[in-house]
């Protein structure tokens, strides 16, 4: 494979979601051809990016697009997982050998959606053809890695219940909303300049959603309106309203939280997003919760207070519990799928960091 198919590769590689687009990725291309990945350690979220949990599922999801391209392009990309133990930022090895049977793990469809892919906060439909589920029901996870899907109404109610919580959360903690409101980028000239960060197009607000988004960028205005109205609480309802919206809510277990594991639930993740994309479907991953509920078990509640630490405790066991997980096992991630309407605004990418060597 020459370098210019393997820089082609990295490209459809980094069209990968990570936590605010942070984007957490440097590339090496080896004197062999290979492409070792190396992860930018805190470039996510500092709160809750514990044990670099969000930086690896975003680096799975990049392992999971180059997969696909280069099946696309003729070659097998075989992984090798955190090769060197003198280098701890080194994620991956990928090497490629040919391959003579088209589309040998991919539909090329696949290949179409990594482009096509993005996060749409729309309301969904409630309901999907069955046609539709019984293409999403092929999913397979594996031993370490399984989900679950819901589709019942009350099913989706509860779940969207308890991980409406995490903004609830955000926005009555000065730490977590200062993070949050430091990457905004409020215009499409700012997010083009940026391409990192939080793009608020994406958040599909109307015009009064909009102004007070942007009222509550300083903490002084939100503090005020939390003691006035419980201004938190009633973004939470509405947000919940939204997940409620969906043809099914899912699940994303993992048996441990080693690095390992996180990076192949980040490959299953994106094949599930990519699958919804080529189904025509609307894709929402919500994480919010579950990184802040592994932070208090790993941290203590610092910076949240110890009633709203409890709050997430007890909606992520409430979780569990609904959806019968084993005691040892973890949620990574929810995330809801459906119809919907496209998105009106797509985060866009940093030129890829590649050494040639």
Request: proline content about 3%.
């Amino acid at each position: 494979m020459n370098k210019d198919l393997l820089e082609k590769i990295i490209e459809y590689g980094i069209q990968a979601p990570s936590g605010d687009n942070s984007q957490p990725w440097n590339f090496v291309v080896t004197e062999d051809n290979k492409i070792n990945i190396y992860n930018i350690p805190d470039r996510d979220n500092p709160i809750l990016n514990i044990h670099e949990g969000g930086s690896m599922v975003s680096h799975g999801a990049v392992i999971t697009n180059i997969r696909i391209a280069s099946d696309h392009f003729g070659y097998k990309a075989k992984i090798k997982y955190f090769p060197s133990d003198l280098e701890s930022n080194l994620v991956v090895e990928i090497s490629f050998e040919k391959n003579d049977i088209e589309n040998y793990l991919y539909k090329s469809s696949l290949f179409d959606s990594i482009y096509k892919r993005c996060t749409n906060r729309n309301f969904y439909q409630k309901d999907l053809p069955e046609s539709i589920k019984e293409e999403i029901n092929k999913i397979q996870g594996d031993d370490d890695i399984n989900f679950r899907f819901f589709y019942k109404n009350e099913e989706k109610d509860f779940i969207s219940s308890k991980i409406c919580l995490s903004e609830e959360i955000i926005l009555q903690t000065e730490e977590l909303h200062s993070l949050l409101f430091a990457d905004v980028a409020w215009t499409k000239n700012e997010e083009l300049k940026k391409r990192h960060g939080l793009y608020v197009k994406t958040l599909e607000f109307n015009p009064v959603q909009l102004f007070v988004f942007w009222l509550c960028r300083k903490w002084k205005n939100i503090s005020f309106l939390n003691k006035k109205i419980g201004f938190a609480h009633i973004v939470g309802k509405q947000n919940s309203d939204i997940y409620k919206s969906s043809g099914l809510s899912g699940l994303i277990i993992i048996k441990n939280t080693e690095k390992e594991t996180y990076v192949k639930a980040g490959e299953l993740l994106q094949y599930i997003w990519l699958k919804s994309t080529d189904l025509g479907l609307g894709f929402q991953p919500v994480t919010g919760l579950f990184f802040l509920n592994e932070r208090i078990k790993v941290f203590g509640n610092d910076p949240i207070s110890l009633e709203n630490s409890k709050k997430i405790t007890d909606a992520y066991e409430s979780l569990k519990d609904f959806a019968q997980i084993d005691k040892t096992d973890t949620i990574l991630t929810s995330f809801r799928i459906g119809k919907t309407k496209e998105s009106s605004g797509r985060s866009s990418r940093l030129k890829a960091n590649i050494i040639i060597k």
